[in-house]
């Protein structure tokens, strides 16, 4: 990413913001969001701001140079959701909606993960998944599944 504008879209939209909600968390406008993500506009003290609600480097968002990700001994990412209302939620059987939940690997961060392809993310969710339920059934005493031979 080679812009100011590109960088602060990239960490907005991995941090699942909205240009309002991002506004709304570094108490800007949302015209002023939109005017550094079209390049239109740049301000060091803001952007020092944007980063800091984003939780990214500084130094990453203004010039592109270091590591994106500020190094905490893990990714703690509950406090870079956007607030409830503001995002768009996962649809639920009912109709009621499932909130966003804060990022579950300590030791994997986003921009990681941002490097897999869709198959391999979706490769990554079902193995997810599988283990969760093996494990769910374990903790509860049932056998573990055998695995058919074929």
Do not use: C
């Not at 960088?7 to 406008?29: E, I, V």
């Not at 005017?35 to 010039?63: D, I, P």
């Amino acid at each position: 990413m080679k812009t100011f504008s590109d960088r602060l879209k990239h960490a907005r939209l991995l941090r699942g913001h909205t240009q309002k909600a991002l506004a709304r968390l570094a108490r800007l406008s949302q015209s002023a969001i939109g005017s550094y993500e079209s390049g239109l506009r740049h301000s060091s003290r803001s952007a020092r701001k944007l980063a800091q609600v984003l939780k990214v480097e500084a130094e990453w968002l203004e010039t592109g140079k270091g590591p994106m990700e500020i190094p905490m001994g893990g990714y703690d990412l509950s406090d870079t959701l956007p607030v409830m209302g503001v995002a768009e939620s996962a649809p639920r059987p009912g109709g009621r909606t499932r909130p966003m939940a804060p990022w579950p690997f300590p030791n994997i961060s986003p921009a990681q993960m941002e490097l897999l392809t869709p198959d391999e993310r979706a490769g990554l969710e079902a193995v997810a998944q599988a283990y969760i339920e093996h494990a769910v059934r374990i903790r509860r005493g049932a056998k573990p599944r055998s695995r058919k031979a074929g």
